[in-house]
């Protein structure tokens, strides 16, 4: 409980979604792409780590995932083909 006068804080939703003001120390930091390392706001969660849409790429061949995929080692593939030509 600290005022916020002359400081920079932002706005976020409490468990109850009422909009409360948090100062910049206390305010979550977003996860770290598993590709880039840069911070991810709105991503894709899978195996077991937070990624941009844009990192959320075939291992091997770079395409776009959107669907199912083959995972190996925490990355993705996006078929048997690329799985296997990785191994």
């Known amino acids: 409980e600290k005022p916020l006068v002359h400081q920079k804080f932002f706005i976020e939703e409490d468990d109850s979604g009422n909009e409360v003001p948090l100062c910049e120390k206390c305010t979550p930091k977003p996860e770290p792409c598993f590709s880039c390392g840069q911070p991810v706001d709105r991503g894709i969660v899978a195996l077991d780590a937070t990624w941009h849409p844009a990192c959320f790429v075939c291992g091997h061949c770079k395409s ?24």
């Open 64 to 87: 776009a995932l959107d669907g199912p995929f083959f995972p190996k080692d925490k990355i993705p593939y996006c078929s048997k083909e690329c799985y296997l030509a990785a191994m």
